[in-house]
């Protein structure tokens, strides 16, 4: 059939160029992992910065951001909620997500097209950094380049899905329908607005409409990114004008993208995959296990411990379900444990590493919240570790009292134990180093994602068991890069939608009908904005969710009076609650496409857990001072 030709076609030409797209950025990302080192040694060795090394790094941050867009979409990377329509029929399925890739690429084509206009400006215009004096454009015309890129691979999924369509019959043509009239009117609403939609609609009920087109789109497939972009369009033609529509959705991404604030996350995540590369995860499995192993349970209880240690290390927490569910699961399982105690425990794990540092999740919130990067670190310490006792004398308890769910394993001597503890030194040392740094002030929360990496790249090269090669850290940067391009290009949209929220007054809205609804009671507003994160994060990961929320939820916040920083502990914890709450749970649905253990199961093993996490939450709600008292030391 053409349409499958035609993409098998395409897909073999951009292949090669999407990849050198993608080396682009990879090689970008170690200039910045390099410079950011070399300024921090200079700094505080010679006490002289590098000359213009933050410029530097903004520049090289396009480059990191935007060249790999095109590789992860034809590798269909792009974080989507799929979770309606995979109860469609394969026909339906292909039909709305070609509908909803339509959508994707015409707003990727307008924000191309934007960009450039905006590289023909700062041609025009002599556009320089303004220490080093370095031209701009040239970095822009990549982005613009990055763009086209991105919507060739767009029309390459598009072309796939039709041709799926076409070789079930024409009988099934009709399916296109839906997905192209709704596009349609999506872009002929956003480019003749005064024309076609109702005149005299007022700014917060259109602001309204914005949300639902959103969520509409979101769950119907289409990347989270552009849901927010496609209503940000819609909205901003509407509430102001056309020309200030394009302005917004193609200047806000390249302004945010060259932040230096924002290299901290590609360093970050650098870390976090170079060391799941060189085999943490099983260090850390084995040690928790000479630990803990010989109590009745003791397995599962060691398998939170190192789940939380290394989600902790990794920044995330689906990543760490997934490695423990290859290391930990066939252990417990072969041991008589029972099922659910046995995936319970591993998708559970991972949720309480994200609140140790350096997590992630509160680097995006402290970015979006302003608040201090250092601070959030530390307040995540206390929780985590309550959450990990609660849970691992949870375990403890129920095996003792039902020795089925988790037989005792083989004891340890003391000296096996002490022994044992050699397994932990990497996450020690790591956690040590950023935390150790960022306190004593050696280095800003910016930089400590750099000296981090570096380490982790040191460590890696020092191990025996498994040495970082070069073939592995390549693969480290590949998967950094595909991580970023997902993570970034959703953020930037959420900027530009929180304009949106802003102008239609819907944040003020919301503040006045929380405080009406709520009485003016801060705790039945934090219980509202809980339970949003709890369904939320039934559907996506926590970082999107995070990404997606906090423009609408911190203007409520600010109005009600919350602390930002305790506000930020109990915002992460529930995102990752929500991760494997029941009926949906994105850690649990990770957990079935890894193992042979069926969903029922494992949605009744972690149910315990869930409540556990609970019964931390509230703790944490009525005892600020664990959340607060290390930061109150800095």
Known sequence: MWPSKASNELRRYLDPVTKGYLYIGMATGLVILVLTVANVFSRKAM???????????????????????????????????????????????????????????????????????????????????????????????LVSSAFILF??????????????????????????????????????????PEALLPAGIGKMTFGGLALLVLFALLFLGTPVAICMGAATLWGFAYLGSVSGALTVISRIPLSSASTYIWSVVPMFVLMGIVVAKIGVAEELYNSFYKLLGGLRGGLAAATTGASAAFAAMVGDSLTSVMAMSRIALPAMLTRKYDEGLATGSIASGGTIGILIPPSLGFIIYGIMAEESIGKLFMAGILPGILLAVLVIVMTLIRAKRNPALGPAGGSTTLREKVVALKGLWSTVVLFGLVMGGLYSGFFTPTEAGAVGAFAAIIMGLSFRKHRLSWRMFLDSMEDTMGLLSRMFII??????????????????????AVRVFGGGSQLITLALILLLYLGLGCVMNALPVLIMTLPVILPVARAMGFDFIWLGVLLVVMAEVGMMTPPIGMNVYAMSSTCDVPMATIFKGVVPYWTTKLVGLVILVFLPQISLFLPSLM
């Open 47 to 141: 006490h002289i910065a590098v000359p213009g090394a933050l410029e530097m790094v903004e520049l090289a941050m396009y480059a990191v951001v935007f060249c790999t867009l095109a590789y992860t979409e034809l590798r269909k990377g792009h974080v989507r909620v799929t979770i309606l329509i995979d109860k469609f029929s394969p026909t339906a399925q292909d039909a709305i997500l070609m509908g909803t890739e339509v959508v994707t690429l015409a707003i990727t084509s307008i924000i191309g097209w934007q960009v450039i206009i905006e590289t023909q400006r700062m041609l025009l215009e002599g556009a320089i950094t303004g220490l080093l004096g370095i031209p701009r454009w040239p970095l822009v015309a």
């Open 491 to 512: 953020f930037f949209f959420a900027v530009a939608f929180a304009r949106l929220i802003a102008i239609s007054g819907i944040a003020t809205g919301l503040s006045e």
């Open 151 to 192: 919507g060739l691979s767009i029309l390459v999924n598009i072309l796939e899905h039709l041709g799926k369509i076409v070789a079930r019959g024409t009988r099934n043509y009709m399916w296109l329908v839906p997905g192209i009239v709704v596009s349609a009117a999506l872009l002929a609403t956003s480019f003749w």
